[in-house]
């Protein structure tokens, strides 16, 4: 069964700059494209960032030029790395297939506050 596993979230201060991990379970990783998906409080759950098995990224309008996803197949990792971190960036922050799996890791909480 696939299993994600996030991690790298925290509380940072607006402007900052955090990078997410998540290790995926599964050896059709490198051929699946992975999205970073975000749920901020009260809200549902949104894409962000996705990336294709051979490398092509999308970006949701609201973190174009702060966020890159990127991924190491070797190490079924897909990575996110956000900088000029805004309050409204703050939400629960997952990985997952694209379209996503009925399956979600535990998450990791990303916190921009002063």
């Known amino acids: 069964q696939v299993q994600f596993v996030e991690s790298g979230g925290t509380l940072v201060q607006p402007g900052g700059s955090l990078s997410l991990a998540c290790a995926a379970s599964?050896?059709?990783?490198?051929?699946?494209?992975m999205g970073w998906y975000r749920q901020p409080p009260g809200k549902q759950r949104e894409l962000v960032a996705r990336?294709?098995?051979?490398?092509?990224?999308f970006y949701t309008d609201s973190v174009k030029g702060r966020f890159t996803i990127s991924r190491d197949n070797a190490k079924n990792t897909v990575y996110l790395q956000m900088k000029s971190l805004k309050p409204e960036d703050t939400a629960v922050y997952h990985c997952?297939?694209?379209?996503?799996?009925?399956?979600w890791g535990q998450g990791t909480q990303v916190t921009v506050s002063s």
């Open positions: 990336i294709t098995s051979g490398g092509d990224t």
């Open positions: 997952n297939w694209l379209p996503p799996l009925n399956v």
């Open positions: 599964g050896s059709i990783f490198r051929f699946r494209t």
